[in-house]
Each structure stands twice: as C-alpha cells, then as structure tokens.
C-alpha cells in the first residue's frame, strides 16, 4: 500500500481510507459480519485510515469499528466526525458543535470506539451557531489533553478553513471530490495548499452513481432515493457519462469504479480518497485503482468523456445543501 502524507501537519496515511458510513447507515441494509471482515481485509491490505461518524447509525457505526478493531486499534487511524443530531425515528435535528457539545460527544465516542484516542476529530459540518474558532478551540483542548491527535474539518469554504487553522492547525478538509463533484476545485483546493491542509475525498463513486455496478430503481429506500443525481432525467443524463467513462476504463483494463478512484488520486499527492466499501470485493476492486497510474493521455480522454460540470443534479437534496458551508456564495 503506498502512503500519502495529510497536509503538512496531519499523520502519513495509506493512499486509500475506508469509509465505513455504509456499513450503518444510508445505503440500505448491510451485513455485519461481512462489514467486519471488509475492515479486516482492508487492514490486511494497508489501509490505515478509517472514517467513521458518530451519528452514522446513531453509535452502530462506531461500535462495529470497535468491535472489528479489538485487539488492532494500532494497525488503524480513525477519523471521526460529530455534531449531527439524530432522532430516534433516524430523522436529521442539526448540528451542535458547541464546546460543550464536543466534550460530550468525544466522551461516547471514546466509549463505543473502545480507545483512548481518535487520529482526526472533525465537525461533521460548521454550526451556523457557533463560531468555528470555539469547535476548534474545544477539540484542541482535547489534543492537548491526548485524546484527540489531529483536528480536521468536514464540508467548510475557504473563510472558516483560514479561521480555523489560525486557532490550531488543521490536518485535512473531508470533502466531497468526484469526476462529477468538482466544486473545490473554484477555491477550496487552493486554500487548503495553500495553508498546507490535506484533503481526505468522500464520495469518490459519487455514492455509487459513477462506479459502474449502478442500476436504476436501485436505492429507493435509502439517500439515493432523495438524492437529486439519481433522479429520472438526471439519472438517465449521469448514467450517460458512466458509459463514457466505461469505455475508457475498458480500454485500460481497468473498470469504472477503479478509474474513478484513480482520477481522484492523480488530482494531486495531497488528496486521499476514501472509498465506501462494505463487501470485500467492492474492497478488492477499489483496491486495484492504487496498482496503476492515469497518464496525462488518459486523464485527457476522462476530461473529455467526464467534462467538469457536467454531472445532471445537485450533490444533496436542496435543504442539505443548505448546510454545506462549502458550497455557500463567496465575498
Ligand atoms: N464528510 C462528509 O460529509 C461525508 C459525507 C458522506 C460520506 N462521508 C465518508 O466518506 C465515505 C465514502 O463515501 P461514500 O460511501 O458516500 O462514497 P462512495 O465510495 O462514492 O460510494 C459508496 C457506494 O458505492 C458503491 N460501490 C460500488 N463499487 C464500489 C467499490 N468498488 N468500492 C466501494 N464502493 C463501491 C457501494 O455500493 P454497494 O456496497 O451497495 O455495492 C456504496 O454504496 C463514507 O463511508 C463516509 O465515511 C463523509
């Protein structure tokens, strides 16, 4: 497994994190025995970084983690988001990200993660509430403290990023970059390079839609059901452009998913993407996108097939959107 360093301060990495949102959440019903074992062989294979959610599943997705950890919690780096509030129905309440707030949150999650320490803490998202310099400020008291090793941040714009990293350096912005997810590439990317800030990429496989297994009436119960690109008309439109890029990946021997990936990887040696796999050969398929390259010939080809913009749909429903400091109007 090759590594990829995030940021200036943040920890070495394997090129490829696993994200184990699916696992417990969002994408309809997994398997947890078969969710364990992805996170075994991902170990097996290199992978260090995890990414997990304490909301994911209300707790299941950390507890799975702890459980599939036991006894190799130094084989891993976890990264864990907080501060989405969750109801008992699986409804959506907000986010808190006060100090407080974060205290409480690390504690259970400490807890259910069954360890003294969480590599990278982050916000799942900026409390309009809040300001970000408190959130950071309270998990660098947990840093200080050694329960927390590195802060990072989730879906915020370049001004909360600058104000952020000017109360305790930042190792990554998680953020989602896709060939059809390209919005960070106007100024956030930037401003990351610029202040030496990793990113770890969700979101990869553009929740499935672009990795090449996708078929429609797939996900009626679950994210993609709401989600905009997978849609009707935007559906047939995105599903288009999978068989542009199926061609290329044919041409190489590679398959859709493993290019997707790919492309992700080759946007720069700071970038690392994360792949949602919660099945062993989805595992071993991601997997194989960090055994070969994209030449400026093919990257020129998938530009060609996949042009920036090009995706029919927004990349969450309209009130979701609403809480991506990422995407809110800059000046
Ligand atoms: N910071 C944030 O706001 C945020 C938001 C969302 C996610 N994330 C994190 O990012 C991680 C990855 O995001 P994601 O799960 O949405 O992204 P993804 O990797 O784009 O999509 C995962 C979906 O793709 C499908 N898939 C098909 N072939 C695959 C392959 N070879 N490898 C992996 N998946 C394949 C999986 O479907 P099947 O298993 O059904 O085949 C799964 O439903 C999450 O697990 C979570 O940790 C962060």
Redesign the pocket.
């Known amino acids: 497994m090759k590594h990829r360093q995030l940021g200036k301060t943040g920890p070495g990495v394997s090129a490829l994190g696993l ?4 696992m417990s959440d969002l ?2 019903p997994s398997d947890r025995a078969e969710s364990i074992a992805t996170v075994h062989a991902a170990l097996e294979a290199g992978m260090t970084l995890i ?3 304490d909301f994911y599943g209300m707790g299941h997705n950390e507890m799975l983690i702890g459980e599939a950890l036991k006894g190799r919690r130094d084989e891993a780096q976890i990264s864990v ?1 907080f501060g989405a509030l969750r109801n008992a129905g699986g409804g959506w309440s907000g986010y808190d990200a006060r100090p407080l707030a974060v205290k409480n949150f690390l504690a259970y999650t400490l807890q259910r993660l069954g360890t003294d320490h969480i590599d990278i803490y982050r916000p ?1 998202r900026v409390d309009p509430n809040v300001p970000i310099e408190e959130t950071i400020g309270a998990i660098a008291e947990e840093v200080k403290a050694g329960r927390v090793r590195h802060i990072g941040l ?2 915020a714009g370049s001004e909360t990023i600058r104000r952020a990293a000017a109360v305790h350096p930042i190792s990554d912005l ?3 970059y ?1 060939l059809i997810s390209r919005g960070i590439e106007d100024d956030i990317l930037a401003t990351c390079r610029e202040l030496g800030i990793g990113i770890t990429a ?7 839609l672009i ?1 090449g ?1 996708w078929q429609k009436g797939q996900g009626q119960g679950d994210f993609r059901g709401m989600s905009p690109r997978f849609q009707g008309e935007n559906l047939d439109a995105n599903l288009a452009l999978v068989e542009a890029l199926r061609a290329i990946a044919e041409a190489k021997g590679v398959s859709v ?1 493993q290019v997707a990936i790919a492309w992700v990887a080759a946007q720069g040696e700071d970038i690392v993407p ?6 062993r050969d ?2 071993q ?2 997997l194989g996108a960090v055994a070969f390259s994209l030449s400026a010939e093919d990257l020129a080809a998938i530009e060609g097939a996949v042009p920036k913009g090009a995706a029919a749909g927004s990349r969450y429903p309209a009130a979701q959107m609403g809480h991506l400091d990422s995407e809110r109007p800059r000046g």
């Open positions: 994200g184990a949102m699916g994408y309809g990414d997990t959610g988001k799942a989730s879906e998680q953020i989602e896709s969700y979101g990869v496989l553009s929740r499935g990795s297994h998913a994360l792949v949602g796999a919660r099945r989805r595992l398929e991601a």
